[in-house]
């Protein structure tokens, strides 16, 4: 059993869900480890294609990192794969989808740039608050904001620590969808549902090639390069099965294999 988080099962799909409310969903080391035992097992488990990470509550997504445990006099540790056990991931091929419902507040932010896709609640809010308590973003968010928006808008966020709208963030393009706040899971399981319909071995190739390209400044490289995913897509009953089904006019049966 889990203290601070919950992870729901449905079919292939893991809906993830930060459960401090009290502390506005803030992760401390507890957290994090429980986070990262869920991720964990869910890139290790083949039923398991997509999953989506939200806040207990109405309020916050996460607030990000819990100063109030540090200021206790409580040790700082962080697992091996970063806050939430996704910002510091780097092989994971599975989606993973941020149902931002409130406060995405640095840790929390990187957490949801962490992501594949963003969805937000009306009501959510973005920002890289650190250089306002003397801290930095440093869990990915000032590598990851510019790759994904570019570099002055970025940079617009991050110097001035500056809360955004889940509105101003579809359009600075690292939000997907803004939805009322009553809908925000139904919206993000409408997505995963969306990827769902995909072959699942063609979805990790897909993520593995796009994440590996962007590592690749010319282009040549990024195209011809090695990955694991698409190989394994080259090998698999779903490459026999998309076709026939095409074929037969009916939905394909992914296996995922």
């Known amino acids: 059993m889990t203290e601070f988080c919950k992870a729901e099962r449905d079919g292939h799909l ?10 506005m969903n803030a992760l401390h080391p507890p957290a994090n480890f429980e986070l990262e035992k869920i991720f964990d097992d869910f890139a290790a488990d083949p039923e398991l294609w997509v999953a989506i990470i939200t806040g207990a ?3 916050a997504f996460s607030a990000g990192n819990d100063l109030r445990w540090q200021a206790e006099g409580n040790k ?8 939430a056990g996704l910002t510091s991931r780097y092989d994971l091929n599975k989606p993973v989808i941020a149902a931002v419902n409130g406060v995405a507040m640095g840790g929390g932010f990187e957490i949801a740039l962490a992501c594949d896709l963003i969805i937000a609640s009306e009501n959510a809010v973005f920002a890289l608050p650190e250089p306002k308590v003397g801290l ?43 939805v009322p706040a ?3 899971l139904t919206a993000a399981k409408r997505w995963a549902g969306l990827i ?45 099965e998309g076709p026939r089904a095409f074929a037969e006019k009916r939905k394909p049966v992914w296996k995922g294999k």
Not at 76 to 83: A, D, I, M, R, W
Not at 149 to 169: D, F, N, S, Y
Not at 198 to 227: F, N, Q, W
């Open 136 to 178: 930095a973003a440093l869990a990915g968010g000032l590598h990851r904001l510019p790759r994904q928006i570019g570099v002055k808008q970025a940079m617009g966020m991050i110097l001035t620590g500056r809360q955004v709208p889940a509105k101003e963030g579809k359009e600075l393009g690292f939000v997907n969808e803004v």
């Open 196 to 240: 769902m319909e995909c072959s699942p071995m063609s979805i990790r190739a897909s993520k593995e090639a796009v994440y590996g390209g962007l590592d690749e400044a010319d282009l040549e490289k990024a195209i011809t390069g090695k990955y694991p995913a698409v190989a394994a897509l080259f090998k698999s009953e779903d490459l026999i």
């Open 76 to 83: 700082l540790e962080v697992p091996k794969s970063g806050f």
């Open 14 to 23: 893991l809906v993830v869900t930060i459960n401090r409310p009290e502390r």
């Open 57 to 59: 509550g109405e309020r």
């Open 182 to 184: 009553a809908e925000l």
